[in-house]
């Protein structure tokens, strides 16, 4: 716009200042290039892995998300609890798509201690599709008991507060740029598939573990209270076409595990790019309001 | 208001408001303010920031109306409004996504103020006024992250609060004294959360009212504009509507799809996982880092590793962090030069480009371990920061040899004597 500005012939462009722009971007290249692959509290530098519902039109699979719950309700409900997701959730839009019938069922399978009743004692009731999915421990003290110290966390919102790093391309701020316009929302995701899949056969050597303490490749300090839970073939999977391996039951729970911690995660993305596809029009006719507006003024287009 | 009313009320209402509370005139004179016809985009953030604070309140209010200020329900109760509360999601990720955008508007407007010298005279009380909006700011956004009760936030409150203890270093007990209080108990608990969230819920109105004094002292001098220069004719200057609605229009539409792109996408991306824990005193995160518009005033605070005379350096550091804050006030007089844009100002541009980078380098730094290279950079980065204002700002003034100025907008638009070329003669002309 102000390309026209009459500008007296007067370098700028002089030693010092081309002495002083060498220094500063010098100076901060160094800075943003310096160990990129450690930012905070991500130690595990991991490749983004494909999900269905990764991108701008992600999705989840209702059959992998079935197959998921499958996998948490016959291996992790053992130890861990969803204690933010209500059994009626399995049959809303956007997630596992079981039916009402079912949710029910599988609700009434679970005790649930209710009350007090009118005699003032409290009592056992089976599951509504109301309750929440629950730990199988009363409170922190007794899990901790059952696992030799260790606190199972509550998997609800696991995906959403787990984190890795990802690939550094050597330049901070063309990281940023790249995570931002892919959406890279699945790192928790990410770290839950490939800590389930991070157990070898044996730890490397020289490697000491603590007492009742299991190696692990992606947790924190590589010692993890947690055995492996997942075995090949450990569970029968309805469809006879997938895999039953630890790879594919590891992908499945991950995927039903982002659903527990972002239940309208569909909701979000398709109503996200009709937003979207909103204000780029609109934004398209401002711009072109602007221009017709601005074309009596003379020296602006 | 500076300029001339240029409002005749029409009808008898508006005469009888015109006589009473003459609001009509009020609005007319606004959308009739004479506007430097030379502002560029950067010009568009003040209306991209009061668009910010509207939709904070606006979508604050309503999670207000969701929300538990309790240490042992705060964070269920953000997960209630995620997942069971109607549009719950959208209202929580607009504002927490909000709250960044806020800040990514309000750096670029500090900065074109910085760039465009829109500091100096007439327009100090202006910048004041910005400053201190800035800084209930960052008040507001430090305790709003407090109320999510994840492990980000308790710790985050954890070290700023334990802060002042270092006041104990001058008055024994001193510091003690007013962590405590501000605690409101021996540690941060839940009567912390309880005056957090009050806070939370004052502060945006005590900023929109400072808004509307930056609003009102920004109508009375003017805008400032790209060559700094005022305008002294009919012709440097647009009436503010439709030329500039239509402008901040478009630029905010704009903003809003960098805006919607990211809630829709990427709403977790400026935030820590470690939030998504629920607060535990008892375990520590592996690192504490504040949200990422802190990150440069952080850096700062840990950039002071050593005592200095009789200032132990934790004290040191908290001086420096709010002394970078405070030094802001000062700068309409710390710049002595008379030239207002950097534009004009051969020198200085280049000294000024380096803060702007200084300043992200920090940013930078105080997301990293305050350890090894990441100590000594800091204290590099710092030491210009402060330089650029106390060293940098006063002696450039005296002694660089500022361009030539345009003699006015027309000319530094449309070049020469300010004739107007081809067929469209003064703007207001049709």
């Known amino acids: 716009m102000l390309s026209k500005t009459s500008r007296r012939a007067r370098p700028f462009w002089t030693t010092r200042t081309a002495v002083l722009t060498a220094a500063a971007v010098t100076g901060l290249a160094g800075v943003l290039a310096t160990s990129p692959a450690h930012a905070a509290g991500e130690s595990v530098v991991v490749p983004r892995q494909e999900w269905s519902f990764n991108g701008i039109t992600g999705r989840f699979d209702k059959a992998q998300l079935q197959r998921g719950f499958q996998v948490y309700k016959e291996v992790c409900s053992s130890c861990h609890g969803l204690k933010f997701v209500y059994w009626r959730n399995l049959a809303e839009d956007g997630g596992p798509g079981l039916t009402e019938r079912e949710v029910k069922a599988l609700a009434a399978e679970t005790a649930v201690q209710d009350g007090p009743n009118?005699?003032?004692?409290?009592?056992?009731?089976?599951?509504?599709?109301?309750?929440?999915?629950?730990?199988?421990?009363?409170n922190e003290q007794e899990a901790r008991l059952a696992n030799g110290g260790a606190y199972p966390p509550d998997?609800?919102?696991?995906?959403?507060?787990?984190?890795?790093?990802?690939?550094?391309?050597?330049?901070?701020?063309?990281?940023?740029?790249?995570?931002?316009?892919?959406?890279?929302?699945?790192?928790?995701?990410?770290?839950?598939?490939?800590?389930?899949?991070?157990?070898?056969?044996?730890?490397?050597?020289?490697?000491?573990?603590?007492?009742g303490m299991y190696y692990n490749s992606v947790y924190p300090g590589n010692q993890i209270a947690m055995a492996a839970p997942l075995v090949d073939d450990i569970i029968e999977y309805a469809q006879s076409d997938v895999p039953t391996t630890v790879d594919q039951y590891a992908k499945d729970v991950s995927a039903f595990l982002a659903w527990t911690a972002e239940p309208k995660l569909e909701e979000r993305k398709s109503l996200g790019l009709r937003v979207l596809l909103y204000l780029l029009v609109l934004s398209v006719l401002l711009y072109l309001a602007k221009r017709k507006l601005w074309s009596r003024v003379a020296g602006h287009d | 208001m500076a300029h001339e009313s240029t409002y005749k009320p029409n009808s008898d209402v508006e005469k009888f408001l015109d006589d009473r509370l003459p609001l009509p005139r009020m609005a007319s004179d606004f959308l009739a303010m004479?506007?430097?016809?030379?502002?560029?985009?950067?010009?568009?953030?003040?209306?991209?920031?009061?668009?910010?604070?509207?939709?904070?309140?606006?979508?604050?209010?309503?999670?207000?109306?969701?929300?538990?200020?309790s240490a042992t329900e705060a964070f269920a109760s953000v997960e209630h409004i995620m997942r069971n509360v109607n549009w719950g999601w959208l209202l929580r990720y607009t504002h927490a996504v909000g709250a960044s955008m806020f800040f990514i508007a309000v750096y670029?407007?500090?900065?074109?103020?910085?760039?465009?010298?829109?500091y100096?005279?007439?327009?100090?009380?202006?910048?004041?006024?910005?400053?201190?909006?800035?800084?209930?700011?960052?008040?507001?956004?430090?305790?709003?992250?407090?109320?999510?009760?994840?492990?980000?936030?308790?710790?985050?409150?954890?070290?700023?609060?334990?802060?002042?203890?270092?006041?104990?270093?001058?008055?024994?007990?001193?510091?003690?004294?007013?962590?405590?209080?501000?605690?409101?108990?021996?540690?941060?608990?839940?009567?912390?959360?309880?005056?957090?969230?009050?806070?939370?819920?004052?502060?945006?109105?005590?900023?929109?009212?400072?808004?509307?004094?930056?609003?009102?002292?920004?109508?009375?001098?003017?805008?400032?504009?790209?060559?700094?220069?005022e305008p002294r004719k009919a012709t440097d200057t647009l009436p503010f509507h439709p030329y500039f609605t239509v402008k901040d229009l478009f630029a905010l539409a704009m903003f809003c799809l960098f805006f919607a792109y990211v809630v829709f996408q990427a709403p977790n991306y400026l935030g820590h996982a470690d939030n998504y824990i629920e607060a535990n005193p008892l375990s520590t995160?592996?690192?504490?880092?504040?949200?990422?518009?802190?990150?440069?005033?952080?850096?700062?605070?840990?950039?002071v590793t050593f005592d200095f005379l009789f200032i132990p350096a934790k004290l040191g550091g908290v001086i420096a962090m709010f002394g970078s804050i405070a030094i802001l006030f000062f700068i309409p007089w710390l710049d002595r030069s008379r030239v207002r844009s950097a534009k004009h100002r051969p020198i200085y541009k280049w000294f000024l480009v380096f803060l702007f980078i200084s300043v992200c380098a920090l940013g930078y730094l105080g997301a990293k371990p305050a350890e090894g290279i990441y100590v000594v950079l800091s204290q590099v980065f710092t030491f210009y920061y402060f330089a650029h204002f106390l060293i940098v700002m006063p002696f450039i003034g005296?002694?660089?040899?500022?361009?030539?100025?345009?003699?006015?907008?027309?000319?530094?638009?449309?070049?020469?004597?300010?004739?107007?070329?081809?067929?469209?003669?003064?703007?207001?002309?049709r």
């Open chain 1, 118 to 138: 009118d005699e003032g004692e409290m009592f056992e009731r089976p599951g509504l599709a109301s309750d929440t999915i629950r730990s199988p421990y009363a």
């Open chain 1, 155 to 211: 998997l609800s919102l696991i995906t959403k507060a787990r984190s890795v790093a990802r690939p550094s391309l050597g330049f901070a701020p063309l990281n940023w740029v790249r995570d931002i316009f892919v959406g890279d929302e699945s790192r928790g995701v990410d770290y839950t598939y490939k800590l389930l899949k991070g157990y070898p056969e044996e730890p490397p050597e020289g490697f000491k573990l603590g007492d």
């Open chain 2, 34 to 69: 004479p506007t430097p016809r030379n502002l560029n985009y950067f010009y568009t953030f003040g209306g991209i920031l009061t668009f910010c604070l509207l939709v904070q309140i606006m979508t604050g209010i309503v999670l207000a109306m969701h929300y538990k200020p």
């Open chain 2, 108 to 118: 670029i407007h500090i900065a074109r103020g910085l760039w465009y010298g829109s």
């Open chain 2, 120 to 229: 100096k005279a007439p327009r100090e009380i202006l910048w004041i006024l910005g400053v201190l909006i800035f800084l209930l700011m960052m008040a507001t956004a430090f305790m709003g992250y407090a109320l999510v009760w994840g492990q980000m936030s308790f710790w985050g409150i954890t070290v700023i609060t334990n802060l002042f203890s270092s006041l104990d270093a001058l008055i024994p007990g001193l510091g003690t004294s007013i962590v405590q209080w501000i605690w409101g108990d021996f540690a941060v608990s839940d009567a912390t959360l309880n005056r957090m969230f009050a806070l939370h819920y004052l502060l945006p109105f005590a900023i929109a009212g400072t808004v509307g004094l930056h609003i009102w002292a920004l109508h009375v001098t003017g805008s400032n504009n790209p060559q700094g220069v």
């Open chain 2, 285 to 303: 995160p592996a690192h504490i880092v504040p949200e990422w518009y802190f990150l440069p005033f952080y850096a700062i605070l840990r950039a």
């Open chain 2, 398 to 429: 005296i002694i660089e040899r500022p361009g030539e100025l345009p003699r006015s907008i027309t000319e530094a638009v449309l070049g020469g004597g300010g004739a107007p070329i081809g067929a469209a003669a003064a703007p207001e002309k």
